[in-house]
């Protein structure tokens, strides 16, 4: 389920008050940034059942036009809300899985994706995601970049987020 935002000319002051706070920040962002015109749709998406609950004041993903904007997913089991256990083979799998579940909520699928920013915990771990990521997409693979970071929430080994370009809703 989602929710639809037409964009207006100009939302009056008394009006955008009254939104959540959540759909407020998020409209004085996207203005703010220039990144919608008058006449486009913000969807902004329910959390899927499928991927784990943000577990701060962010959404999980936002679809502005065709474009799905996908917060980082960890290797958190949405129904436990922990990290899986098994090492980096078992968080990678279950970060896919949890991308998976948003895309589909979006009607899309990990082949839509065109852009894939990865968070390592240690760069030591970047053949085995290589492989894991090697079943889980197919060419042409999305352009990437890989980072290591000095930690990741929770104590995940890897974060994961994406840009997909979906066909028109």
Do not use: H
């Not at 980082?72 to 279950?94: C, H």
Request: charged residues 20%.
């Amino acid at each position: 389920a989602a929710l639809c935002l037409p964009v207006p000319d100009s939302v009056p002051l008394a009006e955008a008050a009254a939104l959540p706070e959540a759909l407020f920040t998020v409209w004085a962002n996207v203005f703010e940034s220039g990144g919608l015109r008058t006449g486009e749709t913000l969807l902004i998406l329910e959390e899927s059942p499928d991927a784990p609950a943000a577990i701060g004041p962010y959404s999980q993903a936002i679809r502005v036009g065709d474009t799905l904007w996908m917060s980082g997913q960890t290797p958190l089991d949405p129904k436990s809300m922990q990290i899986v256990e098994g090492g980096i083979e078992a968080q990678a799998r279950r970060v896919f899985d949890n991308m998976r579940a948003v895309l589909a909520a979006a009607g899309g699928s990990l082949d839509d994706i065109v852009k894939r920013p990865i968070l390592l915990a240690d760069l030591g771990d970047f053949a085995k995601v290589n492989e894991i990521m090697a079943a889980n997409f197919r060419q042409p693979f999305p352009a990437r970049s890989t980072y290591q970071v000095a930690a990741l929430p929770r104590g995940a080994r890897i974060e994961v987020e994406a840009v997909a370009a979906l066909k028109s809703a």
